[in-house]
Structures are given as C-alpha cells and as structure tokens.
C-alpha cells in the first residue's frame, strides 16, 4: 500500500514521540526520520504544534476503531474489557510515560482534542459497558454507573503520573492492566468475579496491532 507523505510524517511523529516525548523531538528529528528535508516537511506542517495536533488526533481515531472492533467482537461487557486492554496495554508497553504532561504543558491544541475524546466517546464507552454488564449481572445493580464511569476514565491517566510511575518500576502496561483488574473487581457480583477470573487465566491477543 501507498502512503502519502502526510501520514508517512504523523506516523514516524507518533513513533519518536511515543519513544521520546513531544518536547524532547525536533522538526528536524521527524524530517531525518522520514527521509524527508526540512522544507519538504514544512510543506505539509508549518508548524510543530500542528502536526503535534494532527499526531494525536490519529492516535486518538485509531483507539477510537479498536474500541468499536472490541464491542463488536466481545461476548460479555468484561470480556470487552480485557480485549480493549490488551490492546491498550501492548501499545503502552512502548510509551514513555512523560508523553501525557508534555502534551498537557506543552501542546494545549492536541491536550483538548485529547480531553475530548475522554468526555465525548471514551466516557460514553465505558458507562455503556458498565450497563451491560448490570444487565448480565456481571456487576452489582447498587452501582453508581456515572460515578464509576467517571473513576475509570480518570484512572487512565494514573500511570502517567510521575510521582507514581517512578514508585511502581513497571511499564505503562502493565499498570493499566493492574489498575483494570482492580476497577473489575471493585464492581463484579459473584458470577463477574468467576468470570474476571477466567479470562485472567486466558491469553487475551489484541484485536489490532498498533505498536509502530
């Protein structure tokens, strides 16, 4: 397959960025990546911000695809889960944790796109598959669905705090993979604890593979 210039630039960006940070990359570290000069990749992007923003948005719509992909294939609401996560977790193996708090200072364009994927789809996601699992009984009917939707989509950001990334000496994810179980496990009846359980013990492949 073909690909065009303009994401054969964002896909080497999410690479160095994933690897380095935003800050720690130059123009010129994703012009020399690419193969491309200067002025060739000025072309596209005039300017680091921009293709910050465009970078993330990518990133942001490819989650968005796997999510989907994972409804679609899973048989329960934790079943959906674990798929979600392993899918997640592979490509946050590869992430350097400082990634969250340089777009968050740094890059406040690409920082909202990504606060609104949380509030708009991702937040949405999960209180829906909260309900689904009320509905098999997978989860207590006593819990506040908005509340612990709201819990988890917070939690996300948890592993890129530093303070805590530093004390648990692990990669991102396998801190999201812990910090899942745990939320599970916080809201499953009897019957979703057997299940948690089961699939703990079962290999979980992500649907897609987005680790580049």
Known sequence: MVVDNKTRIREKAKELFMQLGMRRVSMDDIAAATGMSKKTLYQYYTDKETLVADTIGMILETNH???????????N???????????????????????LFDMQKYYPAAYRKFLKFKEDY???????????????????????VALVSRLRV?????????????????DLGTLQKEIFILFLYGIATPKGTRMINKYKTEPIKPLTDDTN
């Not at 695809?65 to 048989?75: D, L």
């Not at 909260?130 to 506040?144: A, M, P, S, T």
């Not at 939690?155 to 692990?170: E, G, V, W």
């Open 65 to 75: 695809a796997n999510c989907e992909n994972c409804r679609q294939k899973a048989k």
């Open 77 to 99: 609401a934790i079943h959906e889960g674990f798929l979600a996560t392993a899918s997640v977790s592979e490509m946050m193996r590869r992430l350097n944790p400082v990634l």
């Open 122 to 144: 991702l937040y949405k996601f999960i209180h829906q598959s909260i309900e689904w699992g009320v509905k098999d009984g997978l989860f207590r009917e006593d819990v506040d």
């Open 154 to 170: 917070e939690s996300i950001n948890l592993p890129f705090q530093r303070s805590f990334y530093d004390a648990m000496k692990t």
